[in-house]
């Protein structure tokens, strides 16, 4: 994919940029990434006038890879909104065998273990969590409980394989789990990036409409592909809203 390559290439201005700079989209994404492309034809037919006023050449080029940036950058954060959804689905799924799993092997394993007291207190340690980590934690620990102490699981007739299950649910689930909500306590570096990437687009958009808006300034039509059409029509479309009402 062309715009990917120009991504890789333009990762490292990107990723300099600092978190403080990063300034928002008020339109559509995929908006801004359409008006750039629309922009980069206006500015090839009005070349020569904008290079007339001093605009740096480079800023033709310049503004093409940053909207091929932008475009692969925000398909690359939909891909991973798309996979994070795809396991939060599959923890919503899956999660309530878990919990019924982690509650059959407390019930039974306190059981097993009530005459020894220090059991008894890493079955009450293991109860204190209440978050989807510590259940997963908690199934983690009572496996372990269980393969150490097979003497009093045995007693009770308990099934040993639940253990070797809740291994294998543990390595499954803590997986899906990170994948769900990881994003909670630390930031998109996908976001991250695709955000950066607009905010030097923008800054290049800003400055050629500014030489396109003065060069063409005695051209109200002309003037017009030097403005974002998108804000033009929504604020046409709020002053009729306002008419509207007073009427």
Same mark, same amino acid.
């Given at each position: ?14 990723e ?18 359409q ?10 037919? =009005?070349l ?22 932008v ?10 909104? $798309? ?32 005459? =020894?007291?220090?059991l008894?207190?890493?079955?009450a ?25 097979p003497e ?19 390595s499954?689930? $803590? ?5 769900a ?6 930031d =998109?570096?996908h ?9 030097l ?5 800003d ?18 592909g030097?403005?974002?059409k ?11 809203s306002?008419?509207?009402q007073?009427?």
């Amino acid at each position: 994919m062309k715009e990917n390559e120009v991504l890789q290439e333009m990762l490292p201005e990107i990723e300099q940029l600092s978190k403080e700079a990063i300034k928002p989209c008020n339109i559509p994404l995929s908006v801004a990434v359409q008006e750039a492309g629309n922009l980069h034809e206006r500015v090839g037919l =009005d070349l020569t006038k904008l290079l007339e006023l001093g605009m740096p050449p480079e800023l033709q080029e310049r503004l093409a890879k940053l909207r091929a940036a932008v475009f692969a950058a925000e398909v690359n954060w939909q891909e991973h909104q $798309s996979e994070r959804k795809k396991a939060q689905e599959l923890w919503k799924e899956k999660a309530p065998a878990l919990y019924a799993l982690r509650k059959d092997m407390v019930e039974h394993l306190a059981f097993a273990f009530r005459k =020894d007291e220090r059991l008894m207190e890493q079955i009450a340690d293991i109860e204190e969590g209440n978050s989807h980590a510590d259940a997963i934690e908690d199934l983690a620990r009572l496996a372990v409980l269980g393969t150490q102490n097979p003497e009093q699981v045995q007693a009770i007739n308990y099934d040993a394989t639940k253990f070797g299950t809740a291994n294998t649910m543990v390595s499954e689930m $803590s997986g899906v789990l990170s994948a769900a909500n990881g994003y909670l306590y630390r930031d =998109d570096e996908h976001k991250l990036i695709r955000d950066k990437a607009y905010t030097l687009l923008k800054e290049v958009v800003d400055e050629i409409r500014d030489y396109g808006q003065f060069a063409f300034r005695k051209d109200a039509e002309h003037v017009k592909g030097y403005s974002s059409k998108y804000l033009r029509d929504r604020s046409k479309a709020y002053r009729q809203s306002q008419k509207v009402q007073k009427a």
